[in-house]
């Protein structure tokens, strides 16, 4: 039967425990045909379905319920797959799901073509990649990069635990990334791999190798590879290069390329499933026959590589060459069967001394096969006979028209040379898929530019082939909206090539860390909480220390060693690849009891220096500013229904800052009374915040805030009645929450990190401070002076330490120092009534110098310098008026004749001089 491009794939898994009993074959497509259509006509006759039993649909790689496959109409170049799987309720203690997800990785091979029974490791990266390629995943778990069917089919069904595929804790699943690896890789082929996923223009990728295979043309052979650049359609593959040249650069080499459509056309090289087996010149033919089993299944063609190496030929005696022709004979038989069947006998011949190539394919009944070849007739022999020929490789050949839709494709034809360096090159291309069409929140779909973060977020979970599938209404879209909104603002534009598996929390992690927000879900909704401003103080939510649980309220500032001074950002060059820049903090070598310390931070999406830059810049100025974090412990009540993490709060308890609270019991147009008294100064602005509990503010859902100036006092007064300057716009209701400060003292704003709730009706949050100034333009890079205007010695420190060395416990000076120089030398002298000159102790290439034998008893002063000068250097003085020795080892002497001399002892006869401890 001839196979149509609308042709549907139907597979049949009858026993979900023998994966051999599978019916694959292609169906004409028609306009409203079902799967109910399809199994009325194609399930086996009285075969039925046992009680324990059910049935399993897939398709286009998307798993259907029951009620879905019903009403599902097939589409065309549908791939579909039915299986026969174990039902629920089971009993005997199996697990049924595990069972049905066992299936559904049993199912990848056979439904993607029928196939994948060839059992190649190069047929299963070559076409085990069609339309039914994934299903959408869990939301907290999903994947970023498509796999087949069965990978992705138990991670819908069984939530793998974190971390996931293997991945150890803190494992980076981008280390092992072709593309983003830290070591340059071979271009991927591995069995199983993800069909990469491309969002936004990556330049210099590694794209996936499906297959090769050596063909033979005249007398020329041709190596060809197919690779898989991405998950299709994209709007162009360009900048193709092999072994790092442009392809431009290698003569003869054809390049075809597909974008990914679905009814794309068919690759002219890899229009059939080819496995190559190379036999290599070990393989010398003779009238001996030479026996292989093959591996494959399912093979209806084979096809063989001969050479004659050195040419054919009789060397006559006029100095030329005769034509000389040899025989060989192909025979093949189906495996486990003993009669040979002769394939045919083909004749070469030649008259000359290059080498000669042929290819001979034939027709084969479909199954694993042996095959044998000979020369059935000895060719000539002798000094004046080239006559060696070889069996150089074999091809087990699946005939079918492949056009692997929804993936984009890189074919490559080429003359093997000394410039295309082996059988293997490693070959890297650019490409570019710029929009995805995305919901619009409002029922419909728009195209969106997933160069922006935020929406290539919102693309991996909608999409249904590849991402989550999560449903539209379960996102909340407006959020991402905003989100995309300040990216759009701030210029953080870039790109992803998922070439590994990784959780969808994960890649939602790369793409926010550079776009500034995280993908939570809070209810039934998925949001985006974009870290950008917020409109201040109109709608917001206050907690006062009447509302906040005794015991329960935290305020802590970090260590200032736990804050980098600086940022080392890692990002992706278009034509460079991996790079690193570095941006100083505004402190950075201002400490000088310790060395700085430089955050190291990856950014995948990032592909342009400016972007580097300006997220090293907001890394430091958040260090900078956010320093206060808060956890506290509320009643249900006092939490607002709006409150989610990223939301801003204000926070007023009296032992944050100068403010008093408490709740409502009563009040007025201009008066208010609370449930505690508060006390105020003459003399002092005073103001009120209070959050209305039964008034909604402008915000939906968000309760209304007034602030509200109190009339002054002329004496110290301690009072739970407070008088309004100004009257209210809306009498509180009791159980109001109120804070009373000085007028722009009242609160201090932070930004919910985490929100947890318990059985007992509390909730807790953490916060961290929020500060506008964070928010600021970052500005250009900065220019780094040159390594000559940089100081050579700066922050001298002076430390006198403990050690152990020669036995004996010693007291050293230890100096440490920050500087670029290739070397410093250090310098001493003994200040005080017995001050003498500088005395050169030693040279150093690190910043760091012990000083030995150093005599106890002095002030000294140390110097450090990278010329031979101390004024160039810096200076540090040394209280060394120890109260115990030093530990250091001199000569003892003695003043002989007004002179000092050293003290000798004698050893087994011979003078030794004598040494002591001071």
């Known amino acids: 039967m001839k196979v149509r491009e609308d042709d549907v794939l139907l597979v049949l898994h009858l026993n979900c425990l023998d994966l051999t009993q599978v019916v694959s074959e292609w169906v004409e497509w028609r306009p409203g045909l079902t799967i109910a259509d399809i199994l009325d006509a194609r399930w086996p006759e009285g075969m039925l379905i046992e009680e324990g039993l059910d049935l399993l649909f897939l398709a286009s790689g998307r798993l259907l319920s029951f009620e879905e496959a019903e009403r599902y109409i097939v589409r065309p170049g549908d791939g579909l797959s039915v299986a026969l799987v174990p039902g629920d309720g089971g009993g005997g203690g199996s697990n049924t799901i595990a069972a049905v997800a066992m299936m559904a990785v049993m199912l990848a091979a056979p439904a993607v073509g029928g196939m994948l029974a060839l059992g190649f490791e190069n047929a299963i990266g070559a076409y085990g990649l069609v339309s039914t390629l994934s299903v959408g995943t869990m939301t907290g778990l999903g994947t970023a990069a498509v796999a087949l069917v069965g990978a992705v089919g138990v991670n819908a069904f069984i939530p793998s635990a974190k971390p996931s595929l293997g991945q150890g804790l803190g494992q980076n699943p981008m280390d092992n990334s072709p593309t983003y690896g830290f070591s340059a890789q071979a271009n991927p082929m591995e069995p199983g791999r993800p069909v990469p996923v491309l969002q936004g223009e990556k330049h210099n990728f590694t794209p996936t190798k499906l297959t090769q295979?050596?063909?033979?043309?005249?007398?020329?052979?041709?190596?060809?590879?197919?690779?898989?650049?991405?998950?299709?359609?994209?709007?162009?593959?360009?900048?193709?290069?092999?072994?790092?040249?442009?392809?431009?650069?290698?003569?003869?080499?054809?390049?075809?390329?597909?974008?990914?459509?679905?009814?794309?056309?068919?690759?002219?090289?890899?229009?059939?499933?080819?496995?190559?087996?190379?036999?290599?010149?070990?393989?010398?033919?003779?009238?001996?026959?030479?026996?292989?089993?093959?591996?494959?299944?399912?093979?209806?063609?084979?096809?063989?590589?001969?050479?004659c190496a050195s040419g054919l030929g009789y060397a006559n005696d006029k100095g030329g060459l005769d034509p000389v022709t040899v025989q060989v004979q192909f025979q093949h038989r189906l495996y486990g069967e003993t009669a040979w069947v002769n394939l045919g006998t083909v004749s070469i011949s030649g008259a000359k001394r290059a080498a000669i190539m042929r290819y001979y394919e034939f027709e084969v009944a479909e199954g694993r096969h042996e095959v044998r070849y000979r020369h059935p007739v000895a060719p000539p022999t002798g000094d004046r006979y080239i006559s060696d020929t070889w069996l150089e490789y074999t091809h087990e050949i699946v005939p079918d028209d492949f056009r692997l839709p929804h993936c984009a494709l890189l074919a490559i034809r080429a003359l093997p040379t000394d410039k295309l360096n082996g059988s293997a090159p490693k070959v890297t291309c650019s490409a570019r898929r710029m929009t995805a069409m995305l919901p619009d929140g409002q029922g419909g779909a728009v195209s969106r530019d997933i160069g922006n973060m935020a929406w290539a977020a919102l693309e991996l979970i909608t999409n249904t082939r590849w991402g989550a599938g999560e449903p539209v209404e379960s996102i909340d879209v407006p959020s991402f909206a905003e989100a995309a909104e300040w990216c759009e603002l701030k210029g953080l534009k870039g790109s992803m090539y998922w070439d590994t598996q990784c959780t969808l929390e994960t890649a939602l992690g790369y793409q926010g860390q550079f776009g500034r927000f995280i993908v939570d879900r809070v209810g039934t909704k998925i949001v985006c909480i974009s870290d950008r401003p917020v409109a201040l103080p109109d709608a917001a939510f206050l907690a006062t220390s009447a509302d906040i649980l005794q015991g329960t309220l935290g305020l802590e500032y970090p260590n200032s060693d736990d804050l980098a001074d600086g940022c080392e950002i890692t990002w992706f060059d278009p034509e460079r690849g991996k790079q690193v820049v570095f941006a100083p903090g505004d402190f950075f070598n201002a400490v000088v009891d310790r060395p700085p310390t430089v955050a190291q931070i990856t950014l995948y999406p990032c592909n342009s220096d400016e972007g580097a830059q300006r997220a090293g810049e907001y890394i430091n100025r958040c260090n900078r500013y956010l320093s206060r974090r808060v956890d506290l412990t509320l009643l249900w009540r006092a939490l607002g229904p709006h409150i989610r993490r990223g939301s801003v709060i204000q926070v007023a308890a009296d032992r944050l800052m100068a403010t008093q609270s408490g709740v409502v019991l009563s009040a007025t147009e201009t008066t208010v009374r609370l449930s505690r008294p508060v006390q105020l100064e003459p003399g002092t602005a005073y103001e009120v915040r209070l959050a209305h509990v039964d008034v909604a503010g402008d915000v939906e859902g968000v309760e209304k805030v007034e602030v509200r100036p109190l009339a002054s006092v002329a004496e110290s007064t301690q009072t739970d009645t407070l008088t309004l300057a100004a009257p209210w716009e809306q009498v509180p209701s009791p159980g109001c929450s109120a804070a009373v400060g000085e007028v722009q003292r009242v609160t201090r704003w932070y930004r919910v990190r985490s929100l947890s709730r318990s059985s007992d009706m509390r909730v807790t949050l953490k916060a961290l401070e929020y500060d506008e100034a964070v928010y600021a333009d970052e500005g250009v890079a900065p220019q780094t002076d040159s390594a000559a205007n940089l100081p050579a010695v700066v922050g001298l420190v002076a430390t006198i330490i403990d050690a152990n060395e020669d036995l004996v416990s010693k007291k050293l000076i230890s100096l440490a120092w920050r500087g670029t120089a290739l070397e410093w030398r250090v310098f001493v002298r003994r200040l005080g009534a017995d001050a003498d000159e500088w005395v050169y102790l030693d040279k150093t290439p690190y910043p760091s110098f012990l000083a030995r034998n150093i005599e106890v008893g002095h002030m000294y002063r140390f110097a450090v310098t990278h010329t031979g000068s101390v004024a160039d250097g810096l200076t540090v003085d040394v209280d060394y008026q120890l109260n115990t020795p030093s530990g250091a080892i001199r000569p003892v002497t003695t003043i002989d004749g007004g002179l000092e001399v050293p003290l000798y002892t004698l050893v087994n006869g011979e003078p030794k001089q004598l040494m002591g401890v001071f």
């Open 213 to 307: 295979h050596l063909s033979t043309s005249g007398d020329r052979r041709l190596w060809n590879g197919l690779f898989l650049i991405s998950e299709g359609p994209v709007d162009e593959v360009f900048d193709v290069r092999i072994d790092g040249n442009k392809a431009g650069n290698y003569e003869g080499l054809e390049i075809d390329i597909r974008l990914g459509t679905e009814g794309q056309d068919v690759l002219p090289w890899f229009n059939d499933a080819i496995t190559e087996r190379t036999e290599g010149v070990t393989v010398k033919l003779s009238t001996d026959w030479h026996e292989v089993v093959l591996d494959g299944t399912g093979v209806r063609k084979l096809g063989f590589g001969v050479q």
